[in-house]
């Protein structure tokens, strides 16, 4: 652990993209001013704990959630037992009506309808190029 000293509106560089300044100090705390790029989280130690210990919970699987899981990602009915590719046609209403009617979760992203695979283009003969004898 690097210890340093530092005074009122003296600040600390961490990279180049860091600065930790220290805003005021009264009796034993520190008040400290973080500049940070918004790509890189800041928080007290505490809360992030409680966020990493809450994504970790999350993340787990109960055996007891995995026979409703298989519920929800079998094939049923009026639902096709083959899943089309994600960037490819999205199933008709219907389909998703009684998905949806089965308590499965609506997708966070719907992908758009595929669009018909269409030749490359030809070639269109240019002025220089019909003007060259064949």
């Known amino acids: 652990m690097l210890v ?57 699987v109960a055996s007891a959630d995995l026979p409703s899981i298989g519920q929800v990602l079998a094939p049923g009915p009026g639902r096709n037992h083959v899943s089309a590719p994600a960037n490819g046609p999205r199933p008709p209403a219907a389909t998703r009506a009684s998905r949806l009617s089965a308590g499965a979760a609506p997708p966070m992203h719907t992908p758009p309808p595929a669009l018909g695979v269409t030749s490359p283009p030809t070639a269109v003969p240019t002025a220089r190029s019909a003007a060259r004898p064949a």
């Open 4 to 60: 340093l000293s530092r005074q009122r509106d003296e600040t600390i560089m961490i990279g180049d993209e860091i600065e930790i300044t220290v805003v005021d100090i009264r009796g034993d705390k520190v008040r400290l001013g973080i500049t940070a790029p918004t790509r890189i989280a800041v928080h007290r130690k505490e809360v992030y704990e409680a966020i990493r210990k809450e994504n970790e919970e999350a993340s787990r």
